[in-house]
């Protein structure tokens, strides 16, 4: 009997803050050779050369996944959309409009938002962007990366505009909780995660309201796409293919 093939995807990487798609250039080469379909979206507001750039606003980040889901499934292929850190918020607006956008969603340490959430409501409205902090700030989650990975994350890191930041997302179509999930857990065990989730943490209840959830451990830093790009691309080609 021939062995069975897994049916490849096509695959939408979207960084979170500070990134564009070139954050993922390892990872994407990886599942490109294992024969995916490769799109990695830099989100509006993190274009270098976009002179508009800290005005761009969560509905614009929006609209980029929908447009990038969209070019991805042209020819009629299941798209797996896969989303780091602060990128969870666009995309859960994302398929609250939409539930049926994706096949399967991939949260690499990152998950759902729930409604009225933001990331930072607190910012002050006449601030216009948000700097990468010091590293001295972030050190809980910068296991694994090098000098070389902390110098260009340095050098390239945008801005992020400070109106996505505080943008309180608006959900309320309940069967984007059907959407089926896969949480990369990286930063702490998803043991962890789920607890807090029970727990009605505020950062994690929503994963706890997923119907269709795959918990995978992958322990390293906050950036696993530069700590450990090889077992990241292998974890992501896995949950594509289920």
């Not at 609250?96 to 998950?111: E, F, L, N």
């Not at 994350?153 to 992020?160: G, I, L, N």
């Amino acid at each position: 009997m021939e062995p069975i093939t897994p049916t490849l995807k096509s695959i939408v990487l979207v960084p979170g803050y500070w990134l564009g798609g070139w954050a993922w250039d390892a990872v994407a080469a990886d599942l490109r050779d294992r024969g995916h379909r490769v799109i990695a979206v830099t989100l509006p507001g993190l274009d270098p050369d976009d002179l508009h750039r800290a005005s761009r606003s969560m509905a614009d980040q929006v609209d980029s996944l929908r447009s990038a889901v969209s070019a991805a499934g042209v020819d009629g292929s299941s798209v797996v959309l896969v989303v780091h850190s602060g990128a969870g918020f666009p995309s859960s607006v994302l398929l609250d409009q939409d539930p049926t956008a994706v096949a399967r969603i991939i949260y690499v340490d990152s998950g759902p938002s729930a409604d009225g959430s933001a990331f930072d409501a607190s910012l002050p409205h006449d601030q216009r962007e948000v700097v990468l902090p010091p590293f001295e700030q972030l050190a809980a989650s910068l296991d694994g990366l090098s000098k070389e990975d902390l110098e260009q994350f340095r050098q390239r890191a945008v801005p992020e505009p400070a109106t996505v930041m505080r943008a309180q997302v608006r959900l309320e179509n309940d069967s984007r909780r059907n959407v089926p999930s896969t949480i990369i857990a990286c930063s702490y065990p998803s043991e962890l995660m789920m607890q807090m989730a029970r727990e009605g943490n505020p950062m994690m209840a929503e994963v706890a309201t997923l119907r269709d959830l795959e918990l995978v451990d992958l322990p390293t830093g906050h950036w696993p796409m530069w700590s450990r790009p090889a077992d990241l691309a292998v974890a992501i080609a896995h949950a594509a293919g289920r």
